[in-house]
């Protein structure tokens, strides 16, 4: 028996900053020091805060050790795990207050609500054992059990579940739509979008990559609640770890008859089979994943028919997201009122948001809804870093939209988001400064849009081809007011008129910086200015001659050969020339080079 | 094909490992020294017999074993310490792996201080 467990995170983020290595020294190491016995070492999931990686932590001390290397671990063995002295040097202690802290005491984690993340970092995903240790297949035995499938349907919707794939519908309703079709259920599908395509979200990977069990069970549940034996879930290829754990969960669960044939004895089959996507981005939208299932191009058709009635193979057909499906076992075990109690009064339970771009604490947070963004950027993310202002924070990817500072004080939630001009989407959340550009933050999204419009329908594909034009038009200084103008009309165009959600949503980032930043457009209009010095076009690199000292560094580094002078004496750059890398300004030793 | 039954066997058998993996919270922490001087007089027989016989019991959702470092008392060591909440520290001094299993089902368990081995017992001067 163990005495002690160190959890290597085994997450993506975590693995490509090589802790895989980590993990197999600290083995070594433990075997050498004649410790194995004693000391056990499991690779989990994801654990959240993935800027720190790799992520080591020992139990039962709670010790967190970040940044660790491969060579650490010898360290880490002889004295910590040998010895009981904590290697104080690797310890993640947060910069402003000095002091150890263990895993619950830091303002990362302290906030934070884990119940679909909850077994991520804790168990290892590769061993169905463990997860049946914290609970696992315990919800499903209760339901085939003790519940009709009538009361699982009425247990999920009095908790007030609604999609975490980011449009919210309540999840108890779409089951009950599917569950009233009654058919055989050899011809009725429950289906999981794992088809995570939003730039910057990877909550859904960290789940199934840390806990892949719990969505399994979760499906299971869903199959015995509307009546259905077969279930398929769509999971990008790009995320190998999470199929090849996704692959060994199924084959576990099959061994130990959780899945398969009358579970637990009763009269209740159900499989579930993957279905590997190519990574389009429709293939999210859930007419399009279904028509990519069957083996036919990824396009999305008109709802209705809706899927509870006419879905996968013209069958009903449910389709839940990943995180939607890891918060189904604990409504199971713990009850809907337990699970009300959190949230806001329309918005229950918590959200995963995978935090990115200019914040210190990047990774992945759950928090009880109703948490406000400021919150989230000044407590969990640890702010801003470098100093710089927060500006505002794009949520929803493509689809949603951007929060300004003004708005930052409100509570996160479903009606909320949308109130203020993005929406909730799957959850990514981008962190955004002074050196961004809206402009160009609005042409990124835009730009994803037009590679990934399916082409089917008008409006998207030609449509957001013709914003994005627009958009190049403004960032390159050539653009007007009327511009501007047309942008707004053609984006509430596509709104309306679009076939899918990947068009309706296609121009939200585009409309919402428009509505919040329309100085910025304006600006590069009217002033061919860009205030955050992004846009290339509208900025031209100037050398300060009081500044430069002539040491000639930045001649040197210039690709372009434009930039003169002689030693000793001020330097001038030839804006014909410069192509504007910013190498120059990256050599400068006296900070005398600027944008302007 | 698993019952209810098999899928409780093998929760209860797993909840021991999983369980350590928490922070200690209001549970009873145990805590063997465990530096050179408390190796040197044989803290890890005594680490093992409390961490093992709290798990074989079936205990570690209200106890948790964890090692610690010199304490300044080596001369006394092994030395294992036992914090329950509210309560004040109870330390022992001289420990085997059979004082060790007394203090288990006396103390721990039993909730009685094995008052013969700890270091006011011991005339520390």
Redesign the interface.
Known sequence: ?????V?VCGGTGCTSSGSIQVMDNLKEEIKKHGLAE?V?VVQTGCHGLCALGPIV?V????TYYANVQPEDAAEIVAEHL????PVERLIYREEEKKELK???DTAFYKKQMRIALRNCG??DPEKI??Y???????AL?KVL?EMTPEEVIQTILDSGLRGRGGAGFPTGLKWRFCAVNKVDPEYKYVCCNADEGDPGAFMDRSVLEGDPHALLEAMAIAGYAIGSAHGFVYVRAEYPLAVKRLEIAIAQAEE???LG?????TDFSFDIKLRLGAGAFVCGEETALMTSIEGKRGEPRPRPPFPANKGLFQRPTILNNVETYANVTQIILKGADWFKSIGTETSKGTKVFALGGKITNTGLVEVPMGTTLREIVEEIGGGVPNGKKFKAAQTGGPSGGCIPMSEIDVPIDYENLLAIGSMMGSGGMIIMDEDNCMVDIAKFFMEFCVDESCGKCTPCRIGTKRMLEILNKITDGKGTLEDIQKLEELGNYIKDNALCGLGQTAPNPVLSTLHYFRDEYIAHVTEKKCIAGVCKALLSYVIDPDKCKGCTLCARQCPAKAITGTVKQPHVIDQEKCIKCGACMDACKFKAIYKK | ????DE?KK??E??????N?????GDRIRVL?????C??ASGARPV??TL??GV??KNLTDKI??????CIGLCQYEPIVEVIKPGEPKVTYVHMNPEKAEEVLTRHLIGGHVVRDYTLESSNLK
Do not use: C
């Open positions: 028996m163990y005495r002690s467990t959890l004693e056990e932590i139990y039962p001390d709670a040998l010895k009981g002295r263990t895993l619950n804790v168990i054992e463990e049946i240790g914290r609970g696992g297949y315990q035995g059990t130990y008859g959780l044939k009358n579970i637990f004895g | 094909m698993m019952t209810l899928l093998i929760r058998k797993m909840q021991n490992e999983v350590i993996r928490q922070e200690a063997v020294g465990m530096a050179t408390g190796i680490l093992r961490a093992d798990q074989n948790v074993v964890s090692q610690t470092g």
